[in-house]
């Protein structure tokens, strides 16, 4: 299963982004995104510029509150290179705005609110939506799981799996932030799963006093379930 470290800290990405890509390159993560908010736009392209020159696939996410500022970040997205978009609802917007470019597209299934975001709806509505995602042509999905308001987080992985089908990617992303979770994502069928915050505040593993040791935690963990 894949580790995607997001060089975000509470819904946002971190305003040292660029300084830390440099910090974190010695552990050789393969991704590595950010989300739209927090920095400015220019910030934003020399962070995908250093992460793909680190060898890393790169990740964006959208989590603004607007349909209009959404969009915005699709553009950004696209225009920037960005190998996988994340998050998002408007999909047939999105996926409009995305043909023809390399940027696969991964919206949130369910009934996303808020920021920090958190993920109203019911495994039935998170199945029925990936299942629309994928006859919509979309890569897979990025499920907000364990940030859900009304039902059981691998529940809900389980229903996302289900509608997607098994060759689409299925993302967990929010508060995957210990070895149990990951294990309980990975049986219940996610493919890959994101990680900031835990990270950044040394709650992963709360005996290690840096990012390298936080990371190099998680990647061993992955290994193990």
Do not use: W
Not at 65 to 80: F, G, K, P, Q, Y
Not at 147 to 157: I, N, S, Y
Not at 184 to 212: E, M, N, R, W
């Amino acid at each position: 299963m894949d580790f995607i470290f997001m060089l975000t800290r509470n819904d946002r990405t971190v305003e040292d982004c660029l300084d830390l890509v440099d910090l974190i390159e010695p552990v050789g993560l393969k991704h590595v995104g950010f989300k739209d908010i927090g920095v400015a736009p220019d910030v934003l392209r020399k962070l995908a510029g250093a992460i793909r020159r680190t060898g890393a696939t790169a990740y964006m996410e959208v989590v603004s509150t607007t349909a209009e500022a959404c969009l915005n970040s699709a553009r950004i997205a696209r225009d920037l290179g960005i190998q996988r978009l994340l998050g998002g609802t408007q999909v047939d917007e999105i996926m409009a705005l995305l043909e023809g470019s390399d940027t696969e597209y991964y919206p949130f299934p369910g009934r996303p609110v808020g920021h920090p975001t958190k993920l109203g709806g019911s495994p039935g509505d998170v199945e029925a939506d990936c299942r629309s995602f994928a006859e919509k042509g979309c890569a897979g999905c990025d499920i907000l799981a364990y940030r859900a308001t009304e039902a059981d987080p691998a529940e809900l992985v389980r229903a996302a799996r289900r509608g997607l089908g098994p060759l689409r990617h299925l993302i967990v992303a929010g508060a995957v932030a210990s070895a149990d979770r990951i294990k309980a994502i990975k049986q219940a069928g996610a493919d890959a799963f994101t990680i900031g915050t835990a990270v950044f505040d040394g709650s992963y593993s709360p005996t290690k006093g840096s990012i390298l040791s936080q990371l190099r935690d998680v990647l061993a963990d992955c290994e193990r379930v």
